[in-house]
C-alpha cells in the first residue's frame, strides 16, 4: 500500500477533525456565552479541555462508524474514497461555517462517506445508514425539543417562588457545569467519529486489523486536534445558536445545555449511536424557547436551520463523489 497515500489520507481526516471542532464549538458554549455565564475565551478555553477528556471515554462510536456504514475494498480505491469522503465532509463544513448555519458535521461525514462509496462502486451498508445515522437524525432533535420543554417547565415549577435575580445568578454558575458536560459529550461523539475514519484508513493500508483496538496516537491526535478547532471557535454559528433563534437567560441556557448532554451519552453509551450534537442542542434550545410561547421562538431562523439538516448528507455526498472521480482522472 502507497505509504504516501495513507498519510495525506490521515492528514485530511485531521483536517476535517479541526473544522469540526470551530465549526461545533459553538454547540457547548453559545448557551452559556450569550447569557453570560462564561467569557468567550474562559468557555473555549473549557470546551477545548473538556473535547479532549471526552474523546477518551469510550470507542462504540468509532466503532460504528469503521465498520457500520460502508464496505471500503483494499488498496488505492478503497484510500480514495476514504479521502473523497472527507473532502465532501470539510467543504460542507466550511460552506456552513461562512454563512453561520448549524450544519451537522457528522452528517456531513456520513454523506461525504455514502456519496463516495458510490462513486467507487463498493458496498454501503444501508442498513447501518438507516439504524446507525438515518433514525437518530430524526429522533434526537426530536427528543432534545421535547426533553427540552419538559426540563424548561421542571425549573419553572421548582424556581416559581424564588427571587428572579438570585435564581438567575445561580443558573449562570450552574452553566459552568452544563457546558462542560456537554463539551464532554461532544468529545465522545465527534472525536470517535473521526478515530473510525483513521481506523478504517490504517486497515486499508494493511497496518492495522480489523477489529484491533484504536491505537493510542490515533485517540491523541484526534482528541488534540479537535480541541484545538474548538479553541478557534466558530463565531459566525455561535450567534445563530446564542441569539437568533430566541433570547437565551440562564435558566433556559442551562436547560438546553443538561438536555443535549443528556441525549448525547445516552446515544453514545447505550446505543454506540454517532448522533448530531449540533441537531440536539438547537433541538433542545428550541424547546426551552417554547416554553416562552410559539411566538418567543424565531420559527424562520428555526426552518432555515432545520432545511439545512436536510441537505447535508446529500450535499456532501454529491462534494464526494464528484472528489472520487477527480482522484480517480488524477491518477489513472
Known amino acids: 500500500m502507497d505509504t504516501f497515500a495513507l498519510v495525506v489520507t490521515i492528514g485530511v481526516a485531521l483536517g476535517f477533525t479541526y473544522t469540526n471542532g470551530f465549526h461545533d464549538s459553538a454547540n457547548a458554549i453559545a448557551t452559556s456565552v450569550s447569557t453570560r455565564a462564561l467569557t468567550p475565551r474562559a468557555a473555549l478555553a473549557m470546551a477545548a479541555v473538556m473535547n479532549l477528556a471526552g474523546a477518551f471515554l469510550g470507542s462504540g462510536v468509532a466503532k460504528t462508524v469503521s465498520e457500520g456504514l460502508i464496505a471500503t475494498p483494499e488498496g488505492q480505491k478503497g484510500m480514495g474514497i476514504l479521502f473523497a469522503a472527507l473532502v465532501g465532509a470539510i467543504a460542507w463544513n466550511l460552506i456552513t461555517w461562512y454563512f453561520g448555519l448549524p450544519s451537522s458535521s457528522s452528517h ?8 463516495a462509496a458510490l462513486a467507487g462502486g463498493t ?15 430524526f429522533v434526537s432533535p426530536f427528543i432534545g425539543l421535547i426533553l427540552g420543554y419538559l426540563v424548561m417547565v421542571a425549573i419553572m415549577w421548582m424556581f416559581r417562588r424564588a427571587n428572579p435575580h438570585k435564581a438567575k ?4 454558575i450552574a452553566q459552568t ?24 484508513a490504517l486497515v486499508i493500508g494493511d497496518v492495522e486489523g480489523k477489529g484491533d483496538a484504536i491505537p493510542l496516537w490515533v485517540k491523541l491526535a484526534c482528541a488534540l486536534t479537535l480541541s484545538a478547532g474548538t479553541y478557534a ?14 433570547e437565551l437567560d440562564p435558566p ?11 441525549v448525547m451519552y445516552t446515544a453514545s453509551f447505550m446505543f454506540h449511536a454517532p448522533i448530531s450534537t449540533t441537531h440536539v442542542i438547537t433541538a433542545g434550545i428550541m424547546g426551552v424557547g417554547s416554553t416562552k410561547g410559539s411566538r418567543a421562538v424565531r420559527w424562520g431562523v428555526a426552518k432555515n436551520i432545520v ?3 436536510f441537505i447535508t448528507m446529500p450535499a456532501a455526498a454529491v462534494v464526494a463523489a464528484i472528489s472520487y472521480w477527480i482522484v480517480q482522472l488524477a491518477f489513472a
Do not use: Y
Not at 458496498?123 to 437524525?137: A, L, N, Q, R, Y
Not at 471557535?233 to 445558536?241: D, F, K, N, S
Open 169 to 172: 445568578r445561580g443558573f449562570r
Open 252 to 262: 433556559q441556557g442551562f436547560a438546553a445545555e443538561t438536555t443535549a448532554a443528556s
Open 108 to 115: 456531513a461525514l456520513f454523506g461525504g462517506m455514502v456519496g
Open 123 to 137: 458496498t454501503v451498508i444501508w442498513s447501518g445508514v438507516i439504524e446507525k445515522v438515518v433514525i437518530p437524525m
Open 233 to 246: 471557535g466558530g463565531w459566525r454559528i455561535m450567534r445563530t445558536l446564542g441569539r437568533r433563534i430566541i
Open 307 to 309: 432545511m439545512g439538516w
Open 177 to 200: 457545569v452544563s457546558a462542560a458536560a456537554m463539551a464532554l459529550g461532544h468529545g465522545l461523539q465527534d472525536a470517535q467519529k473521526t478515530m473510525g475514519i483513521v481506523v478504517m
